[in-house]
Nanobody, 114 residues
């Protein structure tokens, strides 16, 4: 069983930045993929960014050029650097790890005020 704990969410003004962290309770070195999802009120959960074991990254179109996903295998942590935040980025952000099974964190709230 792997536990994922997100941190770094909060309230920020539009144009600001936040860095989310997701700490895993076990090694993520063998993870096929690590990702950040988000879910806004009344909307479906959507993939925001993903990084594979080989380091390939993908982003949803709305965050390209603003968000950066990275992983530190030594610290068992995945990050999401979010710059130039917009009110439409407001959501609960979830960490996801694809290991032998799939794991989710509990989520961290990000609120961007206009």
């Amino acid at each position: 069983q792997v536990q994922l704990v997100e941190s770094g969410g909060g309230l920020v003004q539009a144009g600001g930045s936040l860095r989310l962290s997701c700490a895993a309770s076990a090694s993520i070195f063998s993870a096929n993929a690590l990702a950040w999802y988000r879910q806004a009120p009344g909307k479906q959960r959507e993939l925001v960014a993903q990084i594979t074991s080989g380091g390939t990254t993908t982003y949803t179109d709305s965050v390209k050029g603003r968000f950066t996903i990275s992983r530190d295998n030594a610290k068992n942590t995945v990050y999401l650097q979010m710059n130039s935040l917009k009110p439409e980025d407001t959501a609960v952000y979830y960490c996801y790890a694809q290991l032998l099974w799939n794991y989710w964190g509990q989520g961290t709230q990000v609120t961007v005020s206009s």
